[in-house]
């Protein structure tokens, strides 16, 4: 098989869905060394990791807007390189036409879902991509059954077009890792939007600090997208326990992850949660949303809590007072590796090639 991949965000500085790229690819790299795998990305240069001898790196960088390179050139490459099948790895990646079969990664469709969280250009622009990616995909990767049952709810895809595969955490503990709970604080990654809840939680935490000045500090680890201004604004007024950083490295999230005494993750809605294995990879007590995701990812692990403000104070003053004595066994999650989720990717590209 000859298999071109969108691998854009999988360089640089890569935020939570260049993670997913990097590990999906290191995975594909230990199983298969004989496919040629295509890394087709938007930027002049390819600035990312080199995967291996069977994997090479084509830019269908034009006119320096993705969407419309996507559309314009990436075809023509598909042509030139004799792909036998491309690999859309975001939701609204699809080119609007493709002389070869398409696969596409959805991984939410939370545009559709909150439209009221987005500008009138960008509702039309994710409608539009979406468009693309419904007509011209022969088949469908979820990251969830969740997200696969969204996806049958919006559009027409049959059942037998699509599969769920599970993702797994990019982040574990280094073997012989220390961990370090000296100066306890509570941890909560994720980028800062509106869905991802965490001025809401913000406010939880501000609350129960009030009723108990002891409550450790806070570190919200990601970028903005639209939240951080008005988050610092309040923290600033109330107290200086609350801390954000934009970006870390690997290593240093790893810090962060091993030291950190309780992880939260307040998202209204997800696609799927790669945090919350992570947290789970480092052994910590965790309160999630009860999204429906959520559930079904995570087992029994953290403890599960509605958007009501009032349960996420007293939750954050349970957990101080009892040292998470009342929180869930961590070992009772399943269990998620990037091998099996490059295993079954590898089997859908075949499926779809009827090999």
């Known amino acids: 098989m000859n298999i071109a991949i969108e691998t854009s965000l999988a360089q640089k500085a890569p935020t939570g869905m260049g993670q997913y790229l990097i590990s999906l690819l290191k995975a594909m790299a230990e199983i298969d060394k004989k496919t040629e795998f295509l890394l087709f990305h938007s930027s002049a240069t390819w600035t990312g990791s080199d995967f291996g001898a069977n994997f090479k790196t084509v830019s269908y960088h034009m006119t320096g807007f993705q969407s419309l390179d996507i559309a314009l050139r990436l075809p023509g490459l ?18 609007p036409f493709s002389p070869v079969p398409v ?30 990616t419904l007509k011209n995909s022969s088949f469908f990767i979820t990251n969830s059954q969740f997200t696969s049952n969204e996806l049958q709810r ?20 280094e073997k012989n890792q220390r961990f370090s709970h000296d100066e306890p604080y509570i941890l909560c990654t994720g980028a800062l939007e ?17 009723q108990n000045p002891e409550i450790p500090p806070i570190i919200f680890i990601g970028p903005d ?17 609350v801390k954000f950083l934009s970006y870390v490295t690997d290593d240093e999230l790893r810090r962060y992850y091993a030291n950190a005494s309780l992880f939260v993750f307040p998202s209204y809605y997800e696609g799927f949660g790669i945090p919350l294995l992570e947290a789970a990879a480092f052994r910590l007590p965790a309160i999630c949303s009860d999204i429906p995701v959520f559930r079904e990812i995570a087992g029994d692990y953290p403890l599960f809590l509605k958007h009501d403000k009032s349960l996420w104070v007293d939750a954050i003053l349970r957990w101080h007072d009892d040292k998470s004595k009342s929180f869930p066994d961590i070992g009772r999650i399943p269990e998620y590796s990037w091998q099996r989720t490059a295993a079954e990717t590898l089997e859908s590209y075949a499926e779809v090639l009827g090999k």
């Not at 690999?87 to 699809?94: E, L, Q, S």
């Not at 596409?104 to 409608?127: C, E």
């Not at 059942?159 to 503990?173: D, Q, S, T």
């Not at 935490?205 to 009030?210: F, M, N, P, T, V």
Request: glycine content about 2%; charged content about 20%.
């Open 78 to 95: 598909l042509k030139k390189h004799k792909v036998d099948l491309f690999h859309a790895t975001c939701t609204t990646g699809a080119p």
């Open 103 to 132: 696969l596409s990664t959805v991984h939410d469709i939370y545009p559709l879902i909150a439209s009221q969280n987005m500008s009138l250009k960008s509702r039309l622009f994710f409608r539009m991509l979406l468009k693309w």
């Open 154 to 173: 919006i559009s027409s895809v049959p059942p037998e077009k699509m599969r769920h595969i599970y993702l797994a955490p990019c982040l574990v503990p």
């Open 194 to 210: 509106k869905r991802k809840g965490q001025l809401f939680l913000l406010e939880a935490y501000i609350e129960a600090l009030k």
């Open 225 to 241: 997208r639209g939240e951080l201004a008005h988050m610092k604004h309040i923290a600033a007024h109330v107290t200086d326990n």
